[in-house]
């Protein structure tokens, strides 16, 4: 399916902004259930693959929900909304996504329905000379041209169409501060203002990915903001990060850095349709964060939140 | 072109080096881009997150074995298997069996530590066998192979511990007629030779049944 015939099968709602939901934290089956039920959580943001095992079956490869893993998570977000962020999409892929994931989903849908339905603009898998599918290790940023913009409109197009919901595309966080760009396209932000209005799609706007960029490339972080299409924005991840080798690393090991907080502060301001904003932590971290931290940067978000959407334009209530 | 591009840089940071040769089919800001990646502290600094990536994928996946091993020894054997281009895959179960055998190869035998790691690969295989197990009863006389996801594990002489994927828990202690059928189907072996050389048919029929012996 092309992106102009995706784009007219697509429902319209999947073309409105979302619904705001308010502030989110990812599913962490390492982090107590109490945590998601303390009143500071609004939703709950799922990467379903953290709840599949890989299976072949000959040369083809699918990705199985567990059912156990699946149950326990519905069980500790207890009702609360659910929006889907992917990791394994690979949707930037030269020799195209990853099936298996696109498989997994619809059978998640199934399951436990979501409000949107999220991925990272960029790359982690590629056909070699023999056409075997290779990982690389790393997700990868896309080269700012138009060619890379036209690989990823219509799969754009295509996922929103197919699961009815709006979808978004994420900024990464990467360490090459020079990408092959085309000049009609005007770098990263370009490349995703680009893609989020042909696919009419969404923007994840991760600003501790923009952050990072900034600190390590010497941008002002402010200036990238203003190209950024805001009115295009419908979520927002807010979370740490660390030094390493001198470089910023977005290790969503950590608190928030303060600047983010004032960041958030002035997009939310501005971007009127964002319906969420989530506080990213690595499960392998969140333990030894705790979740008296954890606890604290919600309420920091919650009040941001707040401030600027109120309360009666959550809809935090059931599915 | 995009599709040169990208698996040249992809290719680069898998094997943590810069591309050796450009692709005549990329552009001029592609090929300027792959070509500046030989002094480049950007591409140094990714290929370090991408090997801390995999370490750690590899470590998730041997957690038992490596966690035994003195911190040296351990990290050595994480580096190699990392060097070979391993750990790359999100789901760290999927290397699993072949890390761990991997790991066995470079272990003294006997060892407590080769025990360790035979006995993780032993669960790993089990619970992966076990997503997609379905009892399948034998006709005939079938050709007898040991099951994909079944391992005997002997700690010392006198327990000896069944893995197979259709366990309630995965394993249980080996009876001895249970044993000595497994070494009997090191290679694959006729039911009627199995019987006529003494093992039971029904020892034979509750292997199958368990995923530890497969019907071929």
Partial sequence: MDAGAALASTPAHSRQPPRPLGVGLPYIAELPAELYRSGLVDFVEVTPEELCRELWKGHEKTLALIPAQLDRARETCAGLPSVIHGV???????????????????????????????????????????????????????????????????????????????????NPAHYFRTLPSDPRIGGEVGLMNRIVRGAQCWQLLDLHNLYCNAVNFG??????????????????????????????????????PEALWELLDEVLKRASNVAGVVFEVLSDVAPRLGTELIAGELERARQIWHAHRGRERSQASGC | MLTDFQRTWGLAVRAGVPPGRIPRGCTVAERTFLEGLEHSDDFKVTVLVQRSWCEHRARTAARLVLAALPEDQSRALV????????????????????????????????????????????VHRASRASATFVPVAAAGDPLLVRGHGAALVHLGESLSVLFAPGLADLHREAREDEVELWLACASPVRLSAAVAAGHPREVVLRLIAIGALEAR
Avoid: K
């Fill in chain 2, 79 to 122: 580096e190699e298997w990392v060097a070979r281009g391993g750990g790359t895959s999100s789901f760290s179960a999927s290397e699993a069996d072949e890390l761990l055998e991997f790991i066995a190869q470079r272990l003294p035998d006997p060892s407590p530590a080769l025990t360790l790691c035979r006995m993780e690969q032993a």
């Fill in chain 1, 88 to 170: 394994e999409l690979s949707i930037g892929a030269p020799d195209g996504w990853n099936p298996a994931y696109v498989r997994m989903l619809d059978e998640f849908r199934s399951a436990w329905p979501f409000r949107w339905h999220s991925e990272h603009l960029g790359f982690q898998t590629f056909a070699n000379a023999e056409g075997d599918d290779l990982e690389i290790g790393v997700p990868l940023p896309l080269p700012c041209t138009a060619e890379a913009a036209a690989l990823v409109i219509p799969r754009a197009a295509v996922l929103g169409a197919r699961y009815g919901v709006p979808f978004l595309l994420e």
């Fill in chain 1, 219 to 256: 941008h002002s972080v402010r200036d990238l903001l203003h190209q950024v299409s805001l009115d295009r924005v419908a979520e927002i991840h807010v979370a740490g990060g660390s030094w390493f080798n001198g470089y910023y690393m977005d290790g969503h090991d950590g608190r928030v």
